[in-house]
Every structure is written in structure tokens, then in C-alpha cells.
């Protein structure tokens, strides 16, 4: 059945997979976005910002549901975390609810598992608590580490694994989900209210009990044909490396001071209790193909 989506960050990463699928199986967009985009089929472009009640009323206008994807991972301080996060999903929910649009796919993150880990975990925990008391229709999605081949976040780990070695947090293990994956996902539950209303998902590759570290860098090393030697690195290692990436690379730091204890958490596992039902969606994507795909794009654009 083909659908009227409101889409937040199509722009991005995870929302640029997901408005190409929309598309390609037939559902009509509207996607908030800063900048001039390109015209497309069955897509309407809506000039604003989180931040721009206006903006936000034409996006929702006439939706049969919004997948808001839009978020920051990176700011300067608390504030900007809850002005981008926090208030960003608030200001969706009240456009919603003036429009009387009800059914809402709010991503999320496993950090908001721990909010008191990071600035980070905190707003989107903040933000979920938003979704809930909304009075809406809602599904939270929070996503483990997510990569593909236009990520950025996770494109410095092929980077070190192409050189042979790779820093990674001490101990605990780790959930990862292709985006394109992601994104059926995000769309399977768009069409879908029986079974995932006012439920929160954590989905994964399908790995039992997730990725050890060290594994996960052994894994990135066969994905760029080099066998990798990692090195547990300490917390306050970490942290004099999240201070001089932003030195260095400023408001575009990669590892920030706020990461770094966010990063030490050994359990970044998706919880068995919060797996999505299997008659809904299975993720299709084994991590070891994507990983090498995911290689190949990165050399294709000269990345690695």
C-alpha cells in the first residue's frame, strides 16, 4: 500500500536509505531539508528546520506517518544536545498533534539506554520520553552502531584498519546493523501498527549476544584485505585523544570528550526482550558481505 510519509533527515545518512526505498517501492515523501535539493518522482521537498514551526505544519500536512530521523550525534554542550535531540522530536510531536497526525517512527539510540553516560544518551533518552507521553501512535527504534557505504562515523575504523592496526575501547561488546537493513525496518513499521504500537526496538545483524571488539576490527581488517592488530585502549587515553581531535578538527571531532565514556560502555548489545518480531522484519544482511561492500564504496569515492 502506498503511503503519505513525513520524513526528518532525509538528507542524512540513515534517512537518505530510507527515502531512496520509500521511493523505489512507491510511497509519496515529503522531506524537511535546509538546503535546495534536487527534484525527484513522488517526493516534495519542505524548506525548514526542527527549530521552524512552519516548516514542520507543511511537512506533517496530510502525512499517514512521520519517521523522524533528524537528530545531532555531535555538539558542544548539553544544550545544543537538547535543542537538536530533545526539543527537535517535541517540536515534530506538536506539529503532529495540531495536524491530528498520529502514527509516529521516532529513531532513536541504544545510548539512551545509559543517559547518564553522555550528554548524548541523555537527550535521546529525553527525547523518547517525549515520543511516550506524546498521545500519539508511536514506535521507538534504537539502532546499535549502524554503518554502510556513504557513513562517515565509522569511516576513521577502516581508515586505521587499512594501516594494519586499530584502536579500539577496552573490553565489551557491540550490536551493528547495515543501514540498509535500517531502513526496511523503518519502513516495515510505517506500514504497520498491530504489532509495533507504543513498542521499542532495539534491531541488530542477527549475531547472537553482538560483537566482541576485537572481533568486530578483525572483521573491518578482512573487509579491507589486511589482517589488523588491535590494541585495547584505556579511557584516559581515549580522552586525551577526544581533546586533541577537537583541537585539531574542532566542531567536526569525530571523538569527542562527551564519547568517550559512552564508548567505554562494554555492553552496546541489543537486548534479546527488545528484538523486533521476525513476522515484521529480519535483517537480511550478513555484516561480513556488507563490511567488504562497504569497503569497496569507500575505496570507489577514495576515502580509504
Known amino acids: 500500500m502506498s503511503l503519505r510519509i513525513a520524513m526528518t533527515g532525509a538528507t542524512g545518512f540513515v534517512g537518505a536509505e530510507t527515502l531512496d526505498q520509500a521511493l ?3 510511497h509519496h515523501v515529503t522531506a524537511l531539508t535546509r538546503r535546495a535539493q534536487p527534484p525527484r518522482a513522488r517526493l516534495k521537498w519542505v524548506p525548514g528546520s526542527l527549530d521552524q514551526a512552519a516548516g514542520l505544519d507543511t511537512l506533517v500536512r496530510d502525512a499517514d506517518v512521520v519517521i523522524h530521523i533528524a537528530g ?10 537538547e535543542m537538536g ?7 515534530v510531536v506538536d506539529a503532529m498533534r495540531k495536524r491530528s497526525v498520529r502514527r509516529l517512527i521516532h529513531i532513536s539510540s541504544l545510548a539512551a539506554r545509559e543517559p547518564g553516560l553522555s550528554d548524548y544518551g541523555w537527550s535521546k533518552d529525553l ?9 500519539l501512535d508511536w514506535t521507538i527504534v534504537r539502532p546499535p552502531a549502524i554503518y554502510g557505504p556513504n557513513d ?7 581508515r586505521m584498519a587499512k594501516r594494519g592496526i586499530m584502536l579500539l575501547p577496552p573490553g565489551g561488546r557491540l550490536s551493528v546493523i547495515h543501514v540498509a537493513d535500517l531502513a526496511q525496518l523503518l519502513l516495515a513499521l510505517a506500514d504497520d501498527r498491530d504489532l509495533s504500537l507504543a513498542q521499542t526496538y532495539e534491531p541488530d545483524d542477527g549475531t547472537p549476544t553482538g ?5 568486530f576490527g578483525a572483521a573491518i581488517g578482512r573487509a579491507v584485505g589486511r589482517s589488523v592488530r588491535t590494541l585495547a585502549t584505556p579511557a584516559w587515553l581515549l580522552g586525551v585523544a577526544a581533546r586533541t581531535d577537537r583541537l585539531f578538527r574542532g566542531n567536526g571531532a569525530k571523538l569527542t570528550p562527551d564519547r568517550v565514556d559512552y564508548f567505554c560502555h562494554p555492553d552496546w548489545v541489543a537486548a534479546t526482550n527488545a528484538h523486533v518480531p521476525k513476522q515484521l522484519w529480519m535483517p537480511q544482511i550478513p555484516t561480513e558481505e556488507g563490511l567488504k561492500a562497504t569497503a569497496q564504496a569507500y575505496r570507489n569515492k577514495g576515502w580509504i
Open 127 to 135: 527525547a523518547e520520553r517525549h515520543v511516550k507521553a506524546s498521545g
Open 85 to 91: 535531540n530533545a526539543r527537535g522530536t517535541m517540536a
Open 72 to 81: 545531532v550525534v555531535n555538539a558542544p554542550d548539553r544544550d545544543a544536545f
Open 211 to 215: 560483537w566482541d571488539h576485537k572481533d
Open 152 to 158: 562517515r562515523e565509522m569511516l576513521e575504523l577502516f
Open 24 to 26: 523505489s517501492v512507491g
